[in-house]
């Protein structure tokens, strides 16, 4: 639909990756709930960064996840209370907080990365290989224009 000064908005990247976005998020989060796990969507995008690079410190985590500090310690906190993370002190920095995830954390993040790729799987359907690496690769330079 053209707006009458020309705008697109089903041409527009912005709206199409929101909608993308809170559809997927709503679908992982109903999985979960689904098969009673005691995480959100928004949860396991924070832990899924530790699933990959367990022992992260907090600030990094919220860059990755593109979360202000104060909404990650929340985060962090709520994930540490379900007892599927554990925060240590930082080696070289007191006020620094490393974050690992813990066993019960580990064993509930390789079911829910199950159920999560089957989800992508579903999405990704009749799109090629080929496709979805261009997808990846604007999605890449448009978030690193962004940063800047």
Request: hydrophobic share 40%; proline share 3%.
């Amino acid at each position: 639909m053209r707006s009458s000064s020309g705008y697109n908005l089903e041409q527009s990247l912005g709206h199409l990756t929101s909608r993308f976005s809170r559809l997927l998020l709503r679908r992982i989060s109903a999985a979960f709930a689904q098969h009673d796990f005691p995480i959100t969507a928004d949860q396991y995008a924070f832990l899924v960064q530790l699933w990959a690079h367990d022992g992260l410190p907090q600030g990094v985590l919220a860059e990755k996840t593109s979360r202000d500090k104060t909404t990650m310690a929340r985060l962090a906190a709520g994930l540490e209370e379900l007892g599927l993370i554990v925060r240590q002190q930082g080696p070289d920095d007191a006020r620094e907080r490393l974050i690992f995830l813990s066993e019960q954390g580990k064993a509930l993040m390789a079911e829910a990365t199950g159920l999560v790729q089957e989800i992508l799987t579903v999405a990704q359907q009749g799109i090629e290989p080929a496709q979805l690496e261009i997808c990846r690769e604007v999605l890449r330079r448009a978030y690193r224009n962004l940063q800047q």
